[in-house]
């Protein structure tokens, strides 16, 4: 008689995984049922619609992803449980990525910044991006991601553990996301008729 049994999972692999579950909760939430329209409109010509907000998570993950995964080949299997940022990769956190009044704020680097309009398959492309980094972190839960570097995709001479790097993937997107549920909320977004 066989058996299944089923590998257990890293208490940081668990923790970003529902980080994740409740980003796609809060996208789907959020922008579901809006029209294109609604999903490219500005609370001011300056700043990002829900749409572009998306969009710039969208292609981050792609981005960053790719570098993790690219990182993780060749290196000896060696899980850790928990993630531990460096003093840089927490200072990083704390200054760009963490949502709140001391958050630096920096232009998004052009391989990352959003498109001018966006598609109502925006949501979609997202989740897809979403699943692909629940893929990902599945995969680097046998690596010790603290030890393992990447060479961040923006700026080449900085490099950040896988694990500071899951850190700010999900971590961004709760970012962004609160950015777009604060436009969704404004008085004036424009009711469903508007098209």
């Known amino acids: ?101 001391q958050s630096r704020r920096a232009r998004a680097p052009k391989k990352i910044a959003p498109t001018s309009l966006v598609d109502v398959a925006i949501l979609d492309q997202f989740l897809r991006s979403n699943q692909e980094a629940r893929n990902t972190i599945r995969r680097a839960s046998n690596y010790d991601v603290n030890r393992i570097r990447f060479r961040n995709p923006f700026l080449s001479l900085i490099r950040f553990t896988v694990g500071t790097g899951f850190e700010i993937v999900t971590r961004h997107e709760h970012r962004h996301l609160l950015q777009a549920e604060r436009i969704r909320q404004s008085s004036d977004f424009p009711a469903a008729p508007f098209l």
């Open 1 to 101: 008689m066989m058996a299944s049994q089923t590998k257990t999972l890293p208490p940081w692999c668990i923790r970003l995984l529902a980080s994740l579950q409740s980003a796609d909760e809060r996208a789907t939430a959020l922008a579901s049922s809006l029209s294109a329209a609604q999903l490219n409109w500005k609370v001011q010509p300056s700043t990002w619609s829900i749409g572009q907000c998306l969009h710039h998570l969208y292609v981050t993950n792609v981005v960053y992803l790719a570098a993790i995964e690219e990182s993780l080949k060749g290196h000896p299997e060696g899980p850790v449980d928990e993630v531990t940022p460096g003093w840089f990769g927490r200072w990083f956190i704390r200054s760009y990525i963490e949502p709140s009044s």
